[in-house]
């Protein structure tokens, strides 16, 4: 299936989905046939001019999306998550020409309305993505003119010459998680939603600026290191019910060394390997403890502790809080996670 498109408004082009796959659009929101797959797809114009995409979806047949060039300046920052139900699934992406790219990726991804772009969503590969449309306007304020044409300059340089793009990790998840929702279900949700989208906005552009002081660094790594790296990444917050896969086990399926695995994913990620499995775990107990009504030991036990007092305290050490305190509060978690942007 190909679809072609120009629009700089998501509920628009919600609907230009929706009639590829037969589908319908009520409020801004579309439930893929079954005749197509499975998921849904919502969209949102902000009150700011920042327009949002919000899907997942699993597709029967091969999608390509192809964005036409447009006149009018706009940039698209995308997070995608994939997970495939078959292991034939091949992850093509170093083999694609410059301006296509594979939503089969663990991604943070920004293109521009000058670009043609071209997007491959292979089948039976589940794919969780936000899109959102911004302009200049909405990153000068808390960045200058000059800041902001260096930074653009530099990451599509990057883009261009070596395919450089940004991992989703731990932090990037726990805000991706915030949005993606079927229904988003929040008194002001349009405010609701305008903060989350400028969060993820706003950690993009220190990410990135952080990451073009360790250049010499990141440039060390190949596309195919950085794609074993993701896949590393991918098996560490498989399944947080059972311990986290052995240094031999990760060793084997990057084709890395030990030495060499542990110094790649901290240079890419940030954070040692455990201390990274670690911290995505308690994310993931915070968002069932928030989001659900499940009990703080079933909480616990779906993390892989057996133990309380060992959770509660692992929980107080990521959060400041105990799971207690922060159930009763949990808006409390507010300012913990805009400093970690």
């Known amino acids: 299936m190909e679809i072609q498109y120009s629009s ?10 929706a009639g590829a796959i037969g589908g319908r659009v009520n409020n801004n929101f579309l439930l893929v046939p079954h005749k197509y797959g499975r998921g849904y797809g919502w969209a949102e114009s902000l009150p700011n001019g920042i327009s949002v995409l919000v899907s997942d979806m699993l597709l029967n047949v091969d999608l390509y999306m192809n964005r036409e060039p447009s006149a009018r300046q706009f940039y698209v920052l995308q997070f995608n ?25 663990q991604i943070v991804l920004l293109t521009n309305s000058f670009m043609s772009s071209r997007f491959f969503v292979p089948a039976h590969v589940q794919v ?25 300059s530099n990451y599509f340089s990057e ?9 989703i990790d731990a932090e990037y998840r726990a805000m991706i998680d915030e949005l993606l929702l079927e229904k988003i279900e929040h008194p002001l949700r ?9 969060l993820l906005l706003e950690r993009f552009v220190i990410k990135f600026m952080n990451k073009m002081q360790l250049k010499p660094e990141i440039q060390k790594l190949s596309d195919g290191e950085v794609t074993r790296l993701m896949k590393v990444e991918a098996l560490l917050v498989k399944d947080y019910s059972t311990p986290p896969p052995t240094i031999e086990k990760l060793s ?3 084709a890395m060394s030990p030495t060499k695995l542990k110094r790649d994913f901290k240079s890419m990620y940030g954070l040692p390997i455990y201390e990274y499995f670690q911290k995505n775990r308690m994310m993931h107990a915070k968002k069932l403890l928030t989001g659900s009504n499940i009990s703080i030991k079933e ?16 929980f107080r050490k ?21 400093k970690a942007v």
């Not at 990521?318 to 805009?338: N, R, V």
């Open 8 to 17: 700089s408004d998501y509920p628009d082009f919600l609907q230009t989905i």
């Open 81 to 105: 998550e994939s997970s495939s139900e078959s292991d034939e699934v091949n992850n093509r992406y170093p083999q694609l020409p410059p301006n296509q790219f594979d939503m089969n990726q």
């Open 128 to 152: 969780k993505s936000i899109k959102i449309i911004f302009e200049r306007r909405h990153l000068l304020d808390f960045i200058s003119n000059d800041v902001f044409d260096e930074l653009m």
């Open 159 to 167: 883009l261009v010459k070596n395919r450089t793009v940004e991992p």
């Open 190 to 198: 349009s405010v609701y939603i305008a903060n989350r989208v400028m």
């Open 252 to 254: 084997k399926l990057s």
């Open 299 to 314: 909480a616990g036990m779906m993390v892989g502790y057996t133990n309380l007092g060992h959770f509660a305290a692992a």
């Open 318 to 338: 990521e959060f400041g809080m105990l799971p207690s305190e922060m159930i009763e509060s949990p808006d409390m978690l507010i300012d913990f996670e805009a």
